[in-house]
């Protein structure tokens, strides 16, 4: 069972929140943040007219990171509302089961905040413990300065660069950045 105690933190704005892992009653919040996310047509590989997750997919998604040691799901908690959302997986087959990717969001209203880095810290911590998990990586859109940012101050390091990756909906194409961390 993958878990993460909620733990209350102060970001580097001075405003506390919840890390915590997410559980089957948070689907339809997480839902919500999702689409808000993808709603705003950037960084994100899904399109809104692709995101159709149901509540009820939600919650076995998040019921199969519970049950899976090597996965999680981590939410920031603002005054009790979800604002930030991180999930991450190991591979499945042997070889790269030592390793995993993550994906990230936090609530448009409260970006540049400081959730997103203690989210990604708590990944972290949380990795370290875990024994299987030597290393996490993860894809980003080469246009995503921010992100970039983010990661690059959490330590990680571009590993490569796919060019032309994306190609968004008004016809431009974007490289994709493949990032990683060892922990
Ligand atoms: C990326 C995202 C998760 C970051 O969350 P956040 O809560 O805003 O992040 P934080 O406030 O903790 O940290 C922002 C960091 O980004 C970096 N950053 C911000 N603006 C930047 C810029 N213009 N150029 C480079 N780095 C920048 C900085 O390192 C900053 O940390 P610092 O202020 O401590 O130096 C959030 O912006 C988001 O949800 N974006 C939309 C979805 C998305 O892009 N997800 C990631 C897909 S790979």
Known sequence: MADYVPTKLKSKSGVEVVIRSATKQDADAILELSRGVIGEEI???????????????????????????NHIILVAELNSKIVGLLDFANGHRQRVSHTGE?????????????????????????????EKIEKIGLSVHNNNERAIGLYKKMGFEVEGVRKRDL???????????VMGRFV
């Not at 809104?48 to 040691?69: D, V």
């Open 167 to 177: 190609k968004y909906g008004d016809g431009q194409y974007v490289d994709t950045v």
């Open 102 to 130: 993550f994906g990230m969001s936090v609530e448009k209203s409260v970006r540049e905040k400081g959730f997103g880095s203690l989210l990604l810290q708590a990944l972290i911590d949380w990795a370290a413990k875990n």
């Open 43 to 69: 960084y994100q590989l899904t399109s809104g007219s692709e995101f159709r997750m149901t509540i009820e997919a939600e919650e076995k998604w998040i019921e199969s990171h519970l049950t899976n040691p």
